[in-house]
């Protein structure tokens, strides 16, 4: 079933995606008033800013693992690392947003940003394509770890 592209295009779509649909209900539902309330950097970008971003490095992710299931010399682990990666993506809304609590979500950037590295050298070995596609989520991913460093320190 998911040797057909467009079906596995779109379950890989469906997962990726689920992470920004949880991530900006639990967003959008518990943000405020918390989030207007801390100090932040001046590096900070305006609000507006994250949502197209993340649709960009989302699409980018689902791209990444579709060319890569339709690789000749796929790993089955390099998938599951992948599923593995969307839930600790997932979870830093729900423990930032939801919780509230800068700390751990500090520490699950740090796991998340390690499974991206684990997935590039992984995707690489079989799917160049796959690896590029990932950069820079893994970029946006380090800053994102500067910002929640940053908003640790000043609250």
Do not use: C
């Not at 779509?13 to 405020?32: D, Q």
């Not at 918390?34 to 970008?45: A, E, R, T």
């Not at 579709?66 to 993506?89: A, C, E, G, L, Q």
């Not at 596609?133 to 910002?147: D, E, H």
């Amino acid at each position: 079933m998911l040797k057909n592209k467009f079906i596995s295009f779109v379950l890989f779509f469906t997962i990726t995606f689920s992470a920004s649909f949880i991530g900006g209900l639990v967003t959008f539902n518990l943000k405020e008033p918390w989030y207007s309330q801390l100090i932040k950097s001046n590096f900070n970008p305006p609000d507006w800013i994250f949502a197209p971003v993340w649709t960009t490095l989302y699409l980018m992710m689902t791209l990444a693992i579709w060319f890569y299931w339709h690789s000749k010399n796929k790993d089955m682990n390099t998938v599951n690392i992948y599923f593995i990666h969307i839930f600790f993506n997932t979870t830093w809304s729900v423990v930032f947003f939801g919780f509230h609590s800068i700390l751990f979500a500090f520490i699950n950037l740090i796991i998340l940003i390690f499974l991206i590295i684990v997935l590039i050298f992984r995707f690489k070995r079989v799917n160049k394509v796959s690896a590029y596609l990932m950069i820079p989520y893994l970029l946006w991913s380090f800053f994102a770890l500067f910002l929640n460093f940053n908003l640790l320190l000043l609250n």
